[in-house]
């Protein structure tokens, strides 16, 4: 069903993107909250935590801004090995980037794309999966900075073990 959502909506002219993404978050049957007509927040289920995904449309800019914030928060102490992860994490990504909420301290997947002429829902639900991918991938080496203590090249080392063999 989400993906005759997707396809049906894939051609529509830009206006205003946040009408059909909330028809995609709709379908998927997560929370989310219409702030007001260019913004969209949204609580998106995940195996580490929920998220809190937030969408704003730029009209000026024909630009959709993304974020997809890690439920955790960093503590003044450590931004320091915060800002080490979060680029080493940049290093590896193709597309998005890590940052930081300063004021709140909470870690986020950051991404804005460019809408010219027509909306492209496929490419928004594929930018959701790829946000909420890299925030399961990388939720880990957060949390063993935060409270492991270890260091950015650690705490990636760390969070990508893959484990061999079956329990």
């Known amino acids: 069903m989400q993906s005759s959502t997707l396809r049906r909506t894939s051609t529509t002219p830009v206006s205003n993107p946040i009408e059909l993404i909330e028809e995609v978050i709709a379908g998927k049957e997560w929370v989310y909250d219409r702030r007001c007509e260019t913004e ?3 609580e998106a289920p995940g195996s580490w ?3 809190g ?5 730029s009209e000026d800019l024909s630009a959709l801004h993304f974020s997809c914030a890690l439920d955790m928060r960093v503590q003044n102490k450590l931004m320091g090995q915060i800002y080490e992860l979060l680029a080493k994490l940049n290093e590896r990504l193709w597309m ?3 940052a930081i909420w300063v004021e709140e301290g909470i870690p986020m997947f950051r991404h804005t794309v460019r809408l010219n ?4 829902t496929e490419a928004i ?6 946000a909420m991918a890299e ?3 990388y939720y880990p080496a957060f949390q063993f900075v935060i409270w492991g203590g270890r ?3 650690d705490a990636i080392a760390s969070s990508l073990l893959d484990t061999v063999g079956e329990a």
């Open 125 to 130: 639900g594929e930018l959701m999966e790829l």
């Open 49 to 51: 935590c929920d998220y």
């Open 117 to 120: 002429d027509r909306v492209d």
């Open 96 to 98: 998005g980037h890590f």
């Open 40 to 42: 969209l927040a949204v």
């Open 151 to 153: 260091t950015a090249e």
């Open 53 to 57: 995904m937030f969408f704003a449309w």
């Open 135 to 137: 925030c399961e991938r």
